[in-house]
């Protein structure tokens, strides 16, 4: 079984990721431990390292256990220490991040029209996909 972590940088963004194996992330008495792994990977490559699950997207921990820092954190994602929480890159100036999932949405709700729509950050709308 393996633990995941992601590289940040100064800026908090994260830069890289890598899988450890469990036996580098448990404490003297077993016990798994995300410091330990941090301080592992840290020595192995320098940098700060912070754990991330595959399994937390939204907030919601897609196999019913406790979500872990709001969403699986991506090259690109800033680690937002005041939340404790993974945020992707915003795709759109316009858009405004969710506090309760930690992803960026539209300012319009998407239609619900059975229609394919793209945004349009120029007239801050959708507009109908006709490809």
Partial sequence: IMATFVEINALRKVIRGLAVDDKDTVDRH??????????????AFG????????????????LGGTPFRKNHAGIGYTYDLDRDAFIPPKPFP???LNEETCIYGPPIAYPDDGKFYEWDEDTGSWVEDIT
Avoid: C, F
């Fill in 47 to 62: 940098g700060t390292w912070l754990r991330t699950s595959y399994n937390t997207r939204r907030g919601v921990h897609q």
């Fill in 30 to 43: 077993g016990n798994e431990d995300e410091e330990v792994g941090a301080k592992y990977l840290s020595k």
């Fill in 94 to 96: 316009s858009w405004i």
